[in-house]
């Protein structure tokens, strides 16, 4: 019924930037909270950012003034705004939604992930 498809991912060199974006389609009546997770081989996915519908957004540590999450609720899609990137940003990112459906259930979805990786 819904889908997060995400794109922008690649191979940069360390210093660089790249920008990931994600769409959701479906049977959406609202999004509430969006945002990037990622993770890499042998470790848990852990959070990069999160943005409400409101715009208030929340960042981990190790991104903070590097990466910058922002959304478009017109086309369902959320973006980050990677600058800075470092080797350990090396990872699988995922976008993630909690979406409200047309008959008004909410669920949780993820989209494929995409690779980013950052060489020295």
């Known amino acids: 019924q819904v889908q997060l498809v995400e794109s922008g991912g690649g191979l940069v060199q360390t210093g660089g930037y790249l920008t990931l974006s994600c769409a959701a389609s479906?049977?959406?009546?609202?999004?509430?909270?969006m945002g990037w997770y990622r993770q890499t081989p042998g470790k848990q996915r852990e959070l990069v950012a999160t943005?409400?519908?409101?715009?208030?957004?929340d960042y981990a540590n190790s991104v903070k003034g590097r990466f910058t999450i922002s959304r478009d609720n017109a086309k369902n899609t959320v973006y980050l705004q990677m600058n800075s990137l470092k080797p350990e940003d090396t990872a699988v990112y995922y976008c993630?939604?909690?979406?409200?459906?047309?008959?008004?259930?909410?669920?949780?979805?993820w989209g494929q992930g995409t690779q980013v990786t950052v060489s020295s």
């Open positions: 993630n939604a909690n979406i409200r459906l047309r008959d008004f259930r909410t669920y949780r979805y």
């Open positions: 943005i409400t519908s409101g715009g208030s957004t």
């Open positions: 479906g049977s959406i009546f609202s999004i509430n909270l």
